[in-house]
């Protein structure tokens, strides 16, 4: 059958989604994955514009359809696509054949092809973990390294032993999941990319339904590395009145009892607790979000709400509070300025609709709101 999205038109021999990725005969293609491709394309548009002269060099490197080459290709970059699967590769040169786009294919496993090969940016979209590819994407990414991770469930701690397994932290299993899962992987990816003194930071990053997808932008140098790490540490959380607190080292400080409410608390990490997302990015990501893209008003919308988003390390759900204090939650809008009229900085978040971030304890909340 054929799909279009975003201005080209592709065979694809079945529609799967992510929850049944790597089973099935036929090469994978997700099409709700679309939003995820639409941002991919306004991000690329806005490396090539705003950190270098035009669009370079990019790896789909598990491209299956080839849907993101193809749609990289069309926006001008120099496209490889590869896959270890032949059936996967022929269908990538078939489809950039069907829309009159250059690009080059080849079957191949991409971490061995990753260390014999360069590119300006590289995009892993695995089955399952990202963390096999990670090294080699290190070594053959020089500008900007894309991320699609589908393996919430270790990465936010609901399957705590596989995340601590592969990300070589500790995922605790919060009611701000989607952050510990974004969180958890950019500590991996982050401590990855410094065992090869490269800097790794993060530009753009969602969590979107079951996916995180980040956008690393990379620089060389041991000291730039460095300071990636600095930011790096660990969050305590109360699951009794979602107190939370974070510092920032490698070598972990818990406080173990809450001092909000005394219950035993929990900790996290190391996980990444600077900024996820670069807002002035975000903002120009959004403006090249164009209407032929088939998700434009979600993407926009995601642009919007990450621009104004604050950089605390984790966020805050109003209805869970609420839920927790035994009273009804009120409108988002009125809650913010009633936390704002109270002397605290807050954001909404894009993790939830009734998700925020602030610099304010939950006691501080409270007091503010009821
Ligand atoms: C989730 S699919 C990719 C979907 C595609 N990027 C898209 O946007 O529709 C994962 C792909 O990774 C490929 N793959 C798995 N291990 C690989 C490896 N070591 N090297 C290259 N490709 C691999 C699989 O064959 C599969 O086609
Ligand atoms: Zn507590």
């Not at 496993?109 to 590819?133: C, Q, R």
């Not at 608390?265 to 990015?281: N, Y």
């Amino acid at each position: 059958m054929n799909v279009s999205e975003g201005g080209v038109t592709i065979e694809v021999s079945e529609t799967r989604d992510g929850a049944s990725e790597g089973t099935g005969e036929g090469v994978f293609f997700n099409p709700t994955q679309e939003l995820n491709r639409d941002l991919t394309v306004a991000v690329l548009d806005t490396w090539a514009e705003t950190e270098r002269d035009g669009p370079g060099t990019y790896l789909d490197a598990m491209c299956a359809s080839g849907v993101r080459g193809v749609r990289a290709a069309n926006a001008g970059w120099d496209v490889t696509c590869t896959d270890i699967d032949g059936d996967a590769t022929d269908l990538a040169a078939r489809n950039l054949d069907r829309n009159d786009l250059a690009g080059d294919t080849e079957r191949t496993n991409v971490n061995a092809h990753l260390y014999e090969h360069h590119y300006d940016v590289v995009d892993l979209d695995p089955f399952g973990t990202v963390v096999p590819f990670l090294d080699a994407a290190f070594n053959g990414a020089s500008e900007l390294l894309c991320i699609t991770a589908t393996d919430t469930a270790p990465l936010c701690g609901a399957h705590f032993k596989s995340g601590v397994r592969k990300y070589g932290a500790v995922p605790r299993n919060t009611e701000f999941h989607p952050e510990m899962g974004t969180r958890t992987l950019l500590s991996a990816s982050v401590r990855t990319a410094a065992r090869y003194d490269v800097a790794a930071t993060p530009v753009f990053t969602h969590a979107t339904s079951h996916y995180v997808r980040t956008y690393l932008a990379l620089d060389s140098g041991a000291s730039k590395a460095n300071d990636r790490i600095d930011q790096l540490g660990y969050v305590d959380w109360c699951n009794h009145c979602y107190w939370r607190d974070h510092e920032y080292g490698l070598i972990a400080d818990p406080t173990d009892e809450c001092p909000h409410c005394d219950h035993a608390t929990q900790t996290a990490g190391p996980l990444w607790l600077g900024p996820t997302h670069d807002q002035s990015f975000a903002a120009e990501v959004r403006d090249r979000v164009t209407d032929a893209m088939g998700e434009a008003t979600k993407a926009r919308r995601l642009c919007n709400r990450l621009e104004a988003e604050r950089h605390d390390p984790t966020h805050y759900d109003q209805h869970e509070l609420y839920g927790n204090w035994g009273e009804s939650a009120i409108g988002m809008a009125d809650f913010l300025d009633a936390l704002r009229d109270a002397g605290h900085p807050a954001s909404r978040s894009h993790y939830g609709g009734t998700t925020f971030k602030t610099p304010a304890s939950v006691g501080e909340i409270r007091d503010a709101v009821l």
